[in-house]
């Protein structure tokens, strides 16, 4: 890894652990913008003048699937694989609330307020067809987009480099 010098006046707001590594939010006094940092990558790290400001960051309104800000947040349907049950409530929290699948035993249905963001659709993207948004329609619609640019990507042979 290469390092490099850049000063950054940020005031540190929380410590996050997600996917094996430990990320800082901050705030910055200058631009008013929250950051997040991975931390393994810092070294140099100063003390700096000590700020008045205490910044506050925004509570949650549903789950977030990964560290950064969503978009938005939606109250989201999921059919979902009982086998996946134990890994969606981990990931979900408090958040998610599950009910039988009548259409089929081996299903249930979880609605859950999700932030939304990019990294939503590649988390319910790893899951496969074991795991279908029902609603809100327009985020199965933006769901369908996604998949539809893969499967364009891939029904031409590539061209060789």
């Known amino acids: 890894m290469i390092y490099y010098q850049k000063k950054r006046a940020l005031i540190p707001c929380e410590v996050v652990y997600s996917h094996e590594r430990f ?8 631009t008013q913008a929250r950051r997040v940092y991975r931390i393994d990558r810092m070294k140099g790290i100063e003390v700096g003048e000590k700020s008045t400001l205490r910044p506050k960051l925004p509570k949650p309104k549903g789950a977030v699937i990964d560290i950064y800000e969503p978009e938005h947040y939606a109250v989201i349907r999921l059919r979902v694989k009982r086998a996946l049950l134990d890994d ?17 035993s081996d299903t249930v249905i979880i609605r859950a307020s999700i932030g939304i963001s990019f990294d939503f659709y590649h988390w319910v993207l790893k899951y496969g067809s074991d795991v279908e948004i ?13 998949l539809t640019r893969i499967i364009q990507q891939y029904q031409n042979p590539p061209k060789e480099l």
């Open 134 to 146: 029902l609603s809100p329609e327009d985020v199965r619609q933006t769901f369908i987009e996604k």
């Open 23 to 30: 990320y800082l939010k901050c705030f910055s006094e200058e």
């Open 88 to 104: 969606m409530l981990e990931q979900l929290g408090r958040y998610a609330a599950v009910r039988p699948d009548s259409t089929d």
